[in-house]
Nanobody, 116 residues
């Protein structure tokens, strides 16, 4: 079973930047689509961004132009560069791997807090 470990969360002021990392234990997942999700207190988990094995990316409208997803297949790692952060970006951020069209494996999450 694949394991995912997120890191890079923290407290930042509005307008600041953070880069999240997610390391996967299985090198075979370099062929899978990877994604980032987030969950704010009292709200359902929402999709943020994804990147395919071929490097194609897609973003939620709320983060388009501010967040960038990337992957390093040699390191089995996916990143989320977050710029121009807003208080409404405050959430626990999770990475996930898509298997057969389903988001099958999840990390434990990393807290991002944006102060106003």
């Amino acid at each position: 079973q694949a394991q995912l470990v997120e890191s890079g969360g923290g407290l930042v002021q509005a307008g600041g930047s953070l880069r999240l990392s997610c390391a996967a234990s299985e090198s075979t997942f370099s062929v899978n689509t990877l994604g980032w999700f987030r969950q704010a207190p009292g709200k359902p988990r929402e999709w943020v961004a994804l990147i395919t094995s071929g490097g194609n990316t897609n973003y939620a409208s709320s983060v388009m132009g501010r967040f960038t997803i990337s992957r390093d297949k040699a390191k089995n790692t996916v990143y989320l560069q977050m710029n121009s952060l807003k208080p409404e970006d405050t959430a626990v951020y999770y990475c996930s791997i898509q298997v057969s069209g389903l988001w099958a494996y999840w990390g434990q999450g990393t807290q991002v807090t944006v102060s106003s």
